[in-house]
């Protein structure tokens, strides 16, 4: 990981699906980078675990339990990282509903109960806490929303319908609060990652999926949290200020050439 520069000294920040994976790092990251940092996650113990190695460096952050699919948990939650750490200026969405990954099936046998429960974590979980965020950051006189997409917005992996709905769903979301909230300094940007390593996609994808998934990344390696971590400091910090209703894939190149290509690559190589 690169050296802090404090691009972050004094905002506050809310990270949802922090406990794991890329909200993890993301939360890690910003502490590092001064922000003081509420750690939330519908598994209490391990957003304090996130805490506590970001206190253990040195950092500031509050653990705090919370389903963004439930209205009343995401306005208390907000509420708790406003008053612990005067206003809220900085929100990231990360929270995703793994536990509906294998039901998510082709259309024709989908269970609505299915889609409805991807849906309320990974889309309307960004809506809920906007909702309430955006008052905050409006008495402040702006702030920074990020919200995570995927590369299956657009890119299907021939399964996951309601995952792929909703991570399209989380673009158009987005762009109407960066349009909304835009002449009141409030930015709100997408990031849309191809494949990371995080606990959960280890888990979803077998070895050999994943050497597919490594054969298609136009990179050395396959993704990490701390590059999706470093987008979303990008996108939360002053350096970005013009930046907003945007999104940003952060895919080592999985998504840039067409999908010929490897079957072309095997035709030179004799395979
Ligand atoms: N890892 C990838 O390859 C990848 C690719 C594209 C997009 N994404 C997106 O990036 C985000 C992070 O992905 P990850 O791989 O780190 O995921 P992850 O599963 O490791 O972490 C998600 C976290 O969300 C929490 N969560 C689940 N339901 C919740 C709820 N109702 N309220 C609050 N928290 C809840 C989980 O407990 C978990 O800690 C997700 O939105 C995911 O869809 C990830």
Redesign the pocket.
């Known amino acids: 990981m690169s050296t802090t520069v404090g691009r972050l000294t004094g905002k506050s920040a809310l990270v949802?699906?922090a406990?794991?994976?890329?909200?993890a790092a993301t939360a890690e990251l910003f502490a590092r980078e001064g922000a003081k940092v509420v750690v939330?996650?519908?598994?209490l113990s391990?957003a304090r675990m996130t805490a506590e190695r970001i206190r253990d460096d040195g950092g500031v952050a509050e653990p705090f339990a919370?389903?963004?699919?439930d209205e009343m948990s995401v306005a208390n939650l907000v509420e708790f990282a406003a008053d612990s750490h005067g206003g809220l200026d900085i929100l990231q969405n990360?929270?995703?509903?793994?536990s509906v990954v294998t039901q998510d099936v082709d259309v024709a046998d989908a269970s609505p109960s299915v889609w409805l429960k991807q849906l309320a974590?990974?889309l309307m979980?960004c809506m809920l806490t906007s909702k309430y965020a955006v008052p905050h950051m409006l008495r402040a006189g702006g702030g920074s929303i990020t919200n995570?997409s995927?590369v299956v917005a657009w890119l299907s992996l021939e399964s996951r319908p309601a995952y792929a709905t909703s991570?399209a769903g989380v673009i158009g979301l987005s762009k109407s609060l960066a349009t909304e909230y835009g002449k009141q300094g409030i930015r709100c940007n997408v990031i849309a990652?191809?494949?990371?390593v995080?606990?959960?996609?280890e888990k979803q994808f077998s070895e050999i999926q994943t050497q597919v998934m490594l054969d298609h990344v136009s990179a050395p390696r396959l993704g990490r949290?701390d590059d999706v971590a470093l987008a979303a400091l990008f996108l939360a910090s002053p350096d970005s200020t013009f930046i907003n209703g945007q999104v940003l894939v952060v895919d080592g190149g999985l998504s840039a050439y067409a999908p010929m290509i490897p079957s072309f690559r095997r035709l030179t190589q004799g395979e």
Request: aromatic share 2%; no cysteine.
């Open positions: 949802t699906g406990g794991s994976g890329i909200g939330a996650d519908i598994d391990s919370a389903d963004v699919s990360y929270a995703s509903n793994r974590v990974d979980g995570s995927s991570k990652p191809g494949h990371i995080t606990p959960a996609t949290p």
